[in-house]
Protein backbone atom coordinates (compact mmCIF):
# COMPACT_ATOMS: atom_id res chain seq x y z
CA UNK A 1 0.00 0.00 0.00
CA UNK A 2 1.09 3.42 -0.77
CA UNK A 3 0.77 6.13 1.85
CA UNK A 4 1.03 9.98 2.61
CA UNK A 5 1.74 12.34 5.41
CA UNK A 6 1.86 15.94 6.08
CA UNK A 7 4.42 16.57 8.50
CA UNK A 8 6.11 19.99 10.31
CA UNK A 9 9.38 19.12 8.92
CA UNK A 10 8.97 17.14 5.40
CA UNK A 11 5.71 18.30 4.71
CA UNK A 12 3.72 15.59 2.12
CA UNK A 13 5.18 13.25 1.33
CA UNK A 14 4.52 9.15 0.17
CA UNK A 15 5.77 6.12 0.37
CA UNK A 16 5.13 2.34 0.86
CA UNK A 17 4.17 0.37 3.50
CA UNK A 18 7.06 -2.68 4.49
CA UNK A 19 5.94 -4.13 7.23
CA UNK A 20 2.95 -4.84 9.47
CA UNK A 21 2.42 -6.69 13.00
CA UNK A 22 5.74 -5.18 13.53
CA UNK A 23 7.69 -5.64 17.44
CA UNK A 24 10.05 -2.33 17.33
CA UNK A 25 12.01 -1.54 20.06
CA UNK A 26 13.02 2.78 20.55
CA UNK A 27 15.69 3.80 21.95
CA UNK A 28 14.42 7.48 23.57
CA UNK A 29 17.19 10.04 24.36
CA UNK A 30 17.65 13.09 26.30
CA UNK A 31 19.95 15.01 24.15
CA UNK A 32 19.63 15.44 19.88
CA UNK A 33 23.64 13.99 20.06
CA UNK A 34 22.41 10.56 21.28
CA UNK A 35 25.00 10.21 23.89
CA UNK A 36 22.38 10.23 27.01
CA UNK A 37 19.85 7.04 26.79
CA UNK A 38 17.44 6.72 29.24
CA UNK A 39 14.50 4.66 29.00
CA UNK A 40 13.99 2.15 25.55
CA UNK A 41 10.53 1.49 24.78
CA UNK A 42 8.98 -1.88 22.77
CA UNK A 43 6.36 -1.24 20.55
CA UNK A 44 4.44 -4.28 19.32
CA UNK A 45 1.98 -4.71 16.15
CA UNK A 46 3.21 -1.66 14.36
CA UNK A 47 3.42 -0.43 11.15
CA UNK A 48 6.69 0.19 8.82
CA UNK A 49 6.87 2.35 6.01
CA UNK A 50 9.91 2.32 3.53
CA UNK A 51 12.06 5.08 3.22
CA UNK A 52 14.80 7.34 5.04
CA UNK A 53 13.24 10.24 3.92
CA UNK A 54 9.40 9.60 4.14
CA UNK A 55 9.70 11.99 7.74
CA UNK A 56 12.51 13.51 9.65
CA UNK A 57 12.71 14.73 13.20
CA UNK A 58 9.51 17.06 14.11
CA UNK A 59 7.07 14.92 11.90
CA UNK A 60 5.80 13.27 14.78
CA UNK A 61 2.17 12.44 15.63
CA UNK A 62 1.63 12.84 11.65
CA UNK A 63 -1.44 11.12 10.31
CA UNK A 64 -0.16 8.09 8.05
CA UNK A 65 -3.38 7.92 5.30
CA UNK A 66 -3.70 5.70 2.06
CA UNK A 67 -2.77 7.62 -0.63
CA UNK A 68 -5.37 5.92 -2.76
CA UNK A 69 -8.16 7.12 -0.68
CA UNK A 70 -6.83 9.42 2.13
CA UNK A 71 -8.48 7.04 4.86
CA UNK A 72 -6.54 6.91 7.73
CA UNK A 73 -3.98 4.41 8.33
CA UNK A 74 -1.48 4.78 11.34
CA UNK A 75 0.34 7.93 13.43
CA UNK A 76 3.45 8.09 12.50
CA UNK A 77 5.83 8.23 15.88
CA UNK A 78 9.41 6.93 15.14
CA UNK A 79 11.99 5.52 12.97
CA UNK A 80 15.58 4.61 11.73
CA UNK A 81 17.40 1.41 10.50
CA UNK A 82 16.28 -1.87 11.00
CA UNK A 83 18.78 -4.89 12.07
CA UNK A 84 19.07 -5.01 7.38
CA UNK A 85 19.82 -1.78 7.27
CA UNK A 86 17.18 -0.42 5.79
CA UNK A 87 15.65 3.13 6.95
CA UNK A 88 11.89 2.88 7.71
CA UNK A 89 9.35 5.21 9.25
CA UNK A 90 7.19 3.48 12.22
CA UNK A 91 3.54 3.93 13.14
CA UNK A 92 0.79 2.91 15.59
CA UNK A 93 -1.81 1.36 13.64
CA UNK A 94 -5.03 4.07 13.71
CA UNK A 95 -7.67 1.60 15.66
CA UNK A 96 -5.23 1.13 18.13
CA UNK A 97 -4.71 4.76 18.49
CA UNK A 98 -8.67 5.70 18.83
CA UNK A 99 -8.87 2.77 20.97
CA UNK A 100 -6.39 4.41 23.37
CA UNK A 101 -7.50 7.70 23.13
CA UNK A 102 -11.34 6.29 24.15
CA UNK A 103 -10.10 4.07 26.76
CA UNK A 104 -7.83 7.14 28.40
CA UNK A 105 -10.91 10.48 27.60
CA UNK A 106 -13.75 7.69 28.95
CA UNK A 107 -16.20 9.76 27.24
CA UNK A 108 -17.89 8.21 23.85
CA UNK A 109 -16.64 6.97 20.87
CA UNK A 110 -13.93 8.54 18.99
CA UNK A 111 -13.50 9.05 14.90
CA UNK A 112 -12.15 10.55 12.34
CA UNK A 113 -13.44 13.33 10.05
CA UNK A 114 -13.22 14.70 6.67
CA UNK A 115 -14.44 15.01 3.22
CA UNK A 116 -14.94 12.15 0.90
CA UNK A 117 -12.24 9.41 -0.21
CA UNK A 118 -10.16 10.72 -2.61
CA UNK A 119 -6.11 10.52 -3.78
CA UNK A 120 -3.42 12.11 -2.57
CA UNK A 121 -0.62 12.95 -4.98
CA UNK A 122 3.36 13.91 -3.77
CA UNK A 123 6.79 13.27 -3.76
CA UNK A 124 7.47 9.37 -3.29
CA UNK A 125 9.97 9.38 -1.14
CA UNK A 126 10.41 5.00 -0.26
CA UNK A 127 14.16 4.09 -0.90
CA UNK A 128 13.89 2.68 -4.11
CA UNK A 129 12.63 6.22 -5.66
CA UNK A 130 15.89 7.33 -3.63
CA UNK A 131 18.21 4.68 -5.39
CA UNK A 132 16.78 5.60 -8.62
CA UNK A 133 17.14 9.10 -8.74
CA UNK A 134 20.91 8.80 -7.43
CA UNK A 135 21.56 5.99 -10.09
CA UNK A 136 20.58 9.24 -13.11
CA UNK A 137 23.10 11.00 -14.59
CA UNK A 138 22.71 14.78 -14.69
CA UNK A 139 22.80 16.75 -17.86
CA UNK A 140 26.11 18.94 -18.31
CA UNK A 141 23.36 21.78 -17.85
CA UNK A 142 22.57 20.36 -13.91
CA UNK A 143 26.07 20.04 -13.55
CA UNK A 144 27.01 23.53 -14.58
CA UNK A 145 24.05 25.00 -12.47
CA UNK A 146 25.06 23.28 -9.38
CA UNK A 147 29.04 23.86 -9.88
CA UNK A 148 28.13 27.83 -10.42
CA UNK A 149 25.91 27.73 -6.52
CA UNK A 150 28.75 26.16 -4.87
CA UNK A 151 30.84 29.15 -4.94
CA UNK A 152 27.72 30.94 -3.09
CA UNK A 153 27.55 28.16 -1.13
CA UNK A 154 30.92 27.96 0.15
CA UNK A 155 30.23 31.60 1.99
CA UNK A 156 28.06 29.93 4.17
CA UNK A 157 30.11 27.14 5.76
CA UNK A 158 31.00 28.37 9.48
CA UNK A 159 31.76 25.50 12.08
CA UNK A 160 30.24 28.15 14.30
CA UNK A 161 26.56 28.38 13.17
CA UNK A 162 26.90 23.79 12.47
CA UNK A 163 27.52 24.58 8.90
CA UNK A 164 30.75 22.28 8.16
CA UNK A 165 31.08 22.08 4.46
CA UNK A 166 29.51 21.88 1.10
CA UNK A 167 29.22 20.44 -2.29
CA UNK A 168 27.57 18.91 -5.19
CA UNK A 169 24.91 16.22 -5.87
CA UNK A 170 21.61 14.87 -6.86
CA UNK A 171 18.30 15.58 -5.96
CA UNK A 172 16.27 12.84 -4.65
CA UNK A 173 12.99 14.42 -5.13
CA UNK A 174 13.42 16.08 -8.16
CA UNK A 175 15.38 13.61 -10.41
CA UNK A 176 17.71 14.65 -13.07
CA UNK A 177 18.32 18.01 -11.04
CA UNK A 178 21.70 18.74 -9.92
CA UNK A 179 21.69 19.97 -6.07
CA UNK A 180 24.24 21.25 -3.36
CA UNK A 181 25.11 19.63 -0.43
CA UNK A 182 25.56 21.32 3.30
CA UNK A 183 27.07 19.04 5.47
CA UNK A 184 25.60 20.20 9.01
CA UNK A 185 26.95 19.50 12.76
CA UNK A 186 25.38 16.25 13.63
CA UNK A 187 24.83 17.68 17.68
CA UNK A 188 23.15 20.78 16.73
CA UNK A 189 20.21 22.51 15.43
CA UNK A 190 21.19 23.64 12.34
CA UNK A 191 19.11 25.98 9.53
CA UNK A 192 19.91 25.55 6.26
CA UNK A 193 18.38 27.54 3.21
CA UNK A 194 16.29 25.28 0.87
CA UNK A 195 18.11 26.59 -2.12
CA UNK A 196 21.61 28.34 -2.74
CA UNK A 197 21.54 30.48 -6.27
CA UNK A 198 18.75 28.82 -7.44
CA UNK A 199 19.67 25.02 -7.02
CA UNK A 200 18.07 22.74 -3.99
CA UNK A 201 20.33 21.38 -1.29
CA UNK A 202 20.35 18.56 0.86
CA UNK A 203 21.20 18.59 4.02
CA UNK A 204 23.37 16.29 5.60
CA UNK A 205 24.19 15.73 9.48
CA UNK A 206 27.63 14.37 10.01
CA UNK A 207 30.86 15.37 11.84
CA UNK A 208 33.76 17.91 11.50
CA UNK A 209 36.13 15.05 11.67
CA UNK A 210 34.36 13.47 8.46
CA UNK A 211 34.70 16.48 6.40
CA UNK A 212 38.01 17.13 7.31
CA UNK A 213 38.82 13.66 6.06
CA UNK A 214 36.25 13.38 3.13
CA UNK A 215 33.92 10.12 4.64
CA UNK A 216 30.99 12.21 4.79
CA UNK A 217 28.18 10.54 2.47
CA UNK A 218 27.33 12.06 -1.03
CA UNK A 219 23.75 11.35 -0.05
CA UNK A 220 21.09 11.68 2.95
CA UNK A 221 20.55 7.66 1.64
CA UNK A 222 23.91 6.90 2.52
CA UNK A 223 24.18 9.00 6.18
CA UNK A 224 20.59 7.02 7.01
CA UNK A 225 19.00 10.17 8.00
CA UNK A 226 16.29 9.08 9.64
CA UNK A 227 13.04 10.30 10.93
CA UNK A 228 13.43 11.12 14.68
CA UNK A 229 11.27 11.03 17.87
CA UNK A 230 10.20 14.55 19.01
CA UNK A 231 11.22 17.78 18.04
CA UNK A 232 14.52 18.53 17.40
CA UNK A 233 16.09 15.19 17.98
CA UNK A 234 16.51 11.67 15.60
CA UNK A 235 16.07 8.34 17.55
CA UNK A 236 17.87 6.34 14.72
CA UNK A 237 18.33 2.97 16.30
CA UNK A 238 15.36 0.39 16.45
CA UNK A 239 15.11 -3.20 16.22
CA UNK A 240 13.10 -5.21 14.31
CA UNK A 241 11.85 -8.67 16.28
CA UNK A 242 11.85 -11.97 14.85
CA UNK A 243 7.75 -11.71 14.89
CA UNK A 244 7.69 -9.77 11.71
CA UNK A 245 5.05 -10.73 8.34
CA UNK A 246 6.07 -8.68 4.88
CA UNK A 247 3.24 -6.29 3.88
Known amino acids: MSVAKSGRTTGLTCASISAVSLDVSVDYFTDCAETKPYLTKTFTNQIAITGNQFSDAGDSGSLVVDSATAEPVGLFFAGGVNTSGVSEGV ?87 GAVIVYVDESTNVTAPAMVNGVRTVVIPTTAHAVAVGSVPQTAFEANVVPGLGARCRARRWRRSSRLRRA
Open 91 to 177: ANPVADVLSEVSAQVGSGTYTFVGTTDHAVSCLNYGNATVKSAQARALSDEQTARAQNALGQARMLVNPATGILGVGTGKSSDHPGE
